[in-house]
């Protein structure tokens, strides 16, 4: 758990050391997400024995002085020597029991299909299918993981999102430049394409007016400004607006208060490309000068409109 820096022990948290365990579905994309965090500024360790995991996270005294400043992302799924969900939570009770470190373990899936995809593009062989189908692996793997997957700290679907979009996923959980403070991810998005697989609060913005229907507008997106002027037109909009962020003004410290270190805001529309747009942008503004940490994106914006 992220202590907020206004509580009470928070600067003795800060000088703890700090751990990723990054697990999950092999395939899912363990190398990206460590290759991400790697980037935000952690050391990252791949495929180290579970045997060795003690000794890098936490070494002995005589060694304390030489360890590295940086934060540590350590990556380990079936394919790792010794591994097992047994085992991996074994090692993770004893790290956290020492209480010299923060240890967060991120949980990857990814849905069947995708998976099986993943393993015909690539002709890599699944490491516990042997000579049967692929998809019979991603099965036994699938069960073996169960238990796994419930002590995870963050579980993220990597089904249809970019290496970038896995990169901002994980920088607004653990990123390193937000002082302790309440970091928050707004995104928009089209309800044609399914809704985000990573979202704290989701809003449907489809009852304001939609340019899409007006030509001029269609090419455009929630970013222009004519089509932001459409959209406040919209007799329902300010309205609507000020409710917004009256719900979320008083619910932000509290989510703070209770050492939450991450939020996930999806606001979305039918296409995607206008009025989820807008509103996100107009969200990100006001989270902005409201003082907050704030990472926006547009997941369908750039898309065909539907």
Request: overall charge neutral; aromatic content about 6%; some cysteine.
């Amino acid at each position: 758990m992220t202590m907020n820096p206004q509580q009470p022990g928070a600067d003795a948290a800060k000088k703890r050391a700090r751990i990723i365990l990054v697990t999950g579905m092999s395939g899912a994309g363990r190398t990206s997400a460590l290759k991400a965090l790697e980037d935000l500024g952690y050391e990252a360790v791949d495929n180290i024995p579970l045997s060795l995991l003690p000794g890098l996270v936490a070494p002995p005294p005589e060694f304390a002085d030489g360890r590295p400043d940086r934060p540590l992302a350590v990556g380990a799924d079936v394919r790792t020597r010794e591994f097992s969900a047994d085992s991996f939570l074994q090692h993770l009770t004893r790290i956290a029991a020492s209480g010299n470190v923060d240890v967060n373990m991120v949980f990857l899936e990814c849905d069947n299909d995708e998976l099986r995809r993943r393993y015909v593009e690539t002709r890599h062989r699944h490491p516990l299918a042997g000579d049967r189908p692929v998809s019979d692996g991603i099965g036994l793997e699938r069960r073996l993981l169960a238990g796994l997957r419930e002590h995870a700290d963050l579980i993220i679907d990597t089904t249809g999102i970019s290496p970038g979009e896995l990169k901002r996923i994980l920088q607004t959980h653990y990123g390193l430049d937000t002082g302790g403070d309440l970091s928050i991810f707004v995104t928009s998005f089209s309800f044609s394409r399914g809704l985000p697989r990573v979202a704290d609060l989701v809003f449907d913005v489809r009852f304001l007016r939609n340019p899409h229907y007006v030509p001029e507008l269609r090419p455009q997106t929630g970013r222009d400004p004519a089509v932001g002027d459409y959209i406040r037109k919209d007799s329902g909009y300010a309205t609507f607006f000020a409710s917004l962020t009256g719900l979320l003004q008083p619910l932000l410290p509290r989510y703070v208060a209770e050492g939450k270190s991450y939020l996930t805001i999806a606001v979305g529309c039918t296409g995607g490309r206008h009025r989820s747009v807008f509103v996100a942008e107009e969200l990100a503004a006001w989270l902005l000068a409201q003082g907050r940490h704030v990472h926006i994106s547009h997941r369908d914006m750039d898309r065909a409109a539907a």
